[in-house]
């Protein structure tokens, strides 16, 4: 079945350790999309690749940052995590950027930060 | 600006019974909407959207939702809620940054459904 995939689904890192969290798809989709979602509220955007074409939003910190080597795999790298990073982090991909595109989200990475 | 709000954070029902989750959004133009739901510890799986077609949806599981330009309402409902649907459920508007061509997301904070026996 096509698919995305993250790995780990469970992460603990040390507070200021960088770290990296992995998604890849099947569906061959153009753009993949990196969320942050803290406990019981809604996810917020990082940012988003269209294809190779990287996408901040304006109030992601530096903090975050991400690399899409291909079209089937796509990184967040945390380079210095704070508790305050504490998280689910969801990937997603849609098959085209446009406002009827629904997104395909996988199951999520939970990061702990000791 | 466009936004989302989901009018209750928790609604509770006995098995069996109808299930209602209220959104209502804001948008100056046609609207894109999506109902998402999250189980516990898990991704977000797409139950229906809207993109200008039918105003009656239907999607998975049993659910639909109704849009209402006249009431800027897209709520969710099923006929008779079944314990595998508790959940958060979010309603969703896709964003219309660049005229439409960015597809962003902005999601309302969600709606807890519990399911009692």
């Known amino acids: 079945d096509a698919m995305v995939i993250q790995n780990p689904r469970y992460q603990v890192t040390q507070f200021g350790k960088p770290v990296t969290l992995s998604c890849s798809q099947t569906?061959?989709?153009?753009?993949m999309y990196w969320y942050q979602q803290k406990s019981s509220q809604a996810p917020k955007l990082l940012f988003h690749?269209?294809?190779?074409?990287?996408?901040n939003e304006a109030d992601t910190p530096d903090n975050f940052q991400s690399r899409r080597p291909n079209t089937s795999f796509c990184f967040l790298d945390i380079r210095s995590p704070g508790l305050g990073d504490a998280a689910m982090y969801l990937c997603a991909t849609s098959r085209e950027r446009g406002q009827t595109y629904e997104q395909y989200f996988g199951p999520g990475t939970r990061l702990t930060v000791t | 600006a466009q936004s989302v709000t989901q009018l209750d954070s928790h609604v509770s029902v006995s098995e069996g019974t109808p299930v209602l989750l209220r959104c209502n959004y804001s948008s100056s133009y046609s609207p894109s909407l999506f109902w998402y739901v999250q189980h516990p510890n898990k991704g977000l799986q797409l139950l229906l959207k809207y993109t200008s077609a039918a105003t009656l949806v239907k999607g998975i599981n049993g659910f639909e939702a109704e849009f209402k330009k006249s009431e800027t309402s897209f709520h969710l409902t099923k006929p008779s809620a079944h314990m595998s649907d508790a959940a958060e459920y979010f309603c969703?508007?896709?964003?219309?940054?660049?005229?439409?061509?960015?597809?962003?997301?902005?999601f309302g904070k969600g709606t807890k459904l519990s399911v009692k026996p």
């Open positions: 569906l061959n989709h153009n753009v």
């Open positions: 969703v508007v896709s964003d219309r940054r660049n005229g439409g061509s960015q597809g962003n997301l902005i």
């Open positions: 690749y269209y294809d190779k074409d990287f996408n």
